[in-house]
């Protein structure tokens, strides 16, 4: 044994992480980021060069070999991990547990096991909840701004001191709301310049920027088998400052407080930008209405207005449909409502005139869409005629905007799904359109399209920015265009976005598409010819009127002109001129909220 006292003490004096078990056994070596600088330089301790020190007399030499070095088979991976010395013993430890006071993991062979026993305990340990949560806390402690699922985009990042103390409020009070939050950020960047030339609007955008009154409520109902399930119902009154509140209804699993409150706030500001003056608001369910029988969804519907209906009325707030409620879900909730109330008043937006208004609601949003690209593309001295474009979702707005891009001679090219996109190349004509209407009234796939067209696409798991395209209709939902998307836009030969969803897209996806300088227009803007319609709906008179299809449109043109131009004129009022292709975003949000600013300057602080 003196002889491996020897070893051991020679070990000590080079600083090695070398473990020696017994004669004739394998050295494993693992070098680590904590290692001693001076290790890798280090002589290796072989039985070649100590066969003084390993020989005894009258034994025989025991040829011994020493392992290689395999850091760099894991450094890369298990970059947390580094070796140090334990009870006597080399072992490799983990950096991040370490430091985020978590336990010190280790793995349990530390360097006298086999490689394979050492690089199972590694990845365990590199699996393990515990690490994870530890990786986790690091992230977070790298982002000192704000919490990690909040993406500040680079204008954000460039803001005044006064925006930022409001956006930073805002921050503080609701940090995990984060759609919330990314809809605000656009519109203080945007409203900048105003903040500046007058230093009221401060207090006034601080007291716009928290809702009025959020309600949160359970929603119990019994499905088709007697089992009872209960979802969460929201209801967000935003803005009363220019009229009651009026604003969509949305069924979907994704429904949060924070999609209803950033809903509520885009709804305030598309109906400030509006002839007609009325506050907004937004609400819905994390209720799935799919997979639901009818007699389920007027259950739940039913059972979703016995808390509502005492806030819905002419004077105080009107329902509308989204994503997930149509004219079904409106008849049954409108029943509800007058069978609670015991009155006939209060418009609940659907196709059925005689109790909820018009019957050409439900093309006014989508034609008004392809009407603002229009509109856009005239003042870039361009018309639609001709144009490739694509289109994203195949939903109710989707297949309204297809429907008048036909009308306008345009070349559609895509819809899509959840499941991924359907690409016709040749371009969609009233014939194909009509066998897309047949499939989507089936609740069939989009799949199914191929049997008729065999020559079309149909690409799985997948989204159509990278088709070859001029105009882009984002219809599907917020946050569909990420930055990857973006960029396969831009490659596209894309050079206006017309937002048919609210908020389309994500932080970082503004700022590629603004510094490729691809025209945005916004939803709050290109929306107006569905606030217009939806608005009308609400004149006593209106029922009585006789309405043509040609009278419709043109009600729809003239709202959408009268937004286009007022957001134009509100950018250039604050220096933002016409040809700057951010124009339309700062207008349409300068617009909108002074006419709500000088609404509650008007009204005191209440």
């Not at 196709?351 to 006014?364: M, Q």
């Not at 932080?507 to 290109?526: E, M, N």
């Not at 134009?568 to 220096?575: C, H, L, R, T, V």
């Amino acid at each position: 044994m003196d002889e491996l006292n020897l070893l051991r003490q020679h070990q000590h004096q080079h600083q090695h992480h070398l473990v020696v078990r017994g004669l004739g056994e394998e050295i494993d070596l693992e070098i680590g980021p904590g290692d001693d600088p001076s290790f890798p330089g280090a002589a290796l301790v072989g039985v070649e060069e100590h066969d003084g020190l390993l020989r005894l007399p009258g034994q025989t030499k025991k040829k011994k070999k020493v392992v290689k070095k395999w850091r760099e088979e894991w450094a890369d991976t298990y970059k947390w991990a580094y070796v140090a010395v334990h009870d006597n013993t080399s072992r490799i430890f983990c950096t991040v547990c370490k430091e985020y006071g978590r336990k010190h993991r280790r793995n349990p062979y530390g360097n006298e096991g086999s490689r394979n026993m050492q690089m199972s305990a590694l990845e365990e340990h590199n699996n393990s909840l515990l690490h994870k949560e530890a990786l986790r806390l690091q992230t977070a402690s790298k982002e000192n701004a704000q919490p990690p699922e909040i993406e500040r985009p680079v204008y954000v990042k460039a803001l005044s001191k006064t925006a930022a103390s409001i956006l930073e409020s805002i921050l503080k009070r609701d940090p995990h709301e984060a759609e919330f939050i990314q809809s605000i950020q656009e519109v203080v960047h945007s409203l900048e310049p105003v903040l500046v030339k007058n230093s009221q609007h401060v207090q006034i955008l601080e007291r716009l920027l928290e809702p009025e009154r959020c309600f949160i409520f359970r929603v119990p109902w019994v499905d088709d088998r007697g089992e009872a399930h209960v979802n969460r119902g929201f209801r967000v009154q935003f803005s009363q400052a220019l009229g009651p509140c009026r604003g969509g209804l949305r069924f979907h699993p994704s429904m949060t407080l924070s999609v209803a409150k950033f809903l509520a706030f885009e709804q305030t500001l598309k109906n400030a930008l509006s002839q007609y003056k009325l506050g907004g608001a937004a609400g819905g369910s994390d209720f799935d209405p799919k997979g639901k029988s009818e007699s389920e969804i007027m259950r739940f519907c039913q059972s979703f207005m016995d808390e509502l209906y005492r806030y819905f009325g002419p004077d105080q707030d009107f329902p509308a449909e989204d994503v997930g409620v149509g004219p079904r879900e409106m008849g049954y909730l409108f029943g509800q409502y007058r069978r609670l109330s015991g009155h006939f008043q209060g418009n609940f937006t659907g196709p059925k005139i005689f109790w909820s208004g018009s019957s050409f609601r439900t093309e006014a949003t989508g034609y008004g869409l392809v009407f603002f690209a229009r509109v856009v593309l005239a003042d870039m001295n361009k018309e639609l005629k001709g144009l490739r474009c694509v289109i994203s979702g195949s939903g109710k707005i989707a297949m309204h905007v297809l429907e008048k891009l036909l009308s306008c001679e345009a070349i559609p090219v895509t819809v899509s799904d959840s499941k991924g996109y359907l690409l016709d190349t040749e371009g969609f004509d009233y014939m194909k359109y009509s066998v897309l209407r047949n499939i989507k009234a089936q609740q069939r796939s989009l799949k199914e399209y191929l049997k008729s067209y065999p020559n079309a696409k149909y690409i799985d798991d997948a989204k159509p920015w990278s088709e070859k395209c001029d105009v882009a209709f984002p219809c599907a939902s917020q946050n569909e265009i990420d930055q990857a998307e973006a960029l396969a836009i831009i490659n596209s030969g894309c050079r206006v976005l017309i937002e048919c969803s609210n908020m389309p897209c994500t932080a970082q996806a503004v700022d590629i598409l603004r510094t490729a300088k691809v025209v945005v227009a916004p939803a709050k803007a290109t929306a107006a010819g569905g606030v217009a319609v939806g608005e009308l709906e609400l004149n006593p008179e209106f029922s009585l009127m006789q309405w043509s299809v040609e009278d419709f449109e043109n009600k729809i043109q003239d709202a959408v002109k009268q937004t286009y131009d007022r957001s134009i004129k509100a950018a250039q009022d604050y220096g933002i001129m016409k040809e700057n292709p951010e124009s339309l975003v700062h207008g349409a949000n300068i617009c909108a909220f002074l006419n709500i600013a000088q609404a509650m300057t008007d009204q005191g602080c209440v």
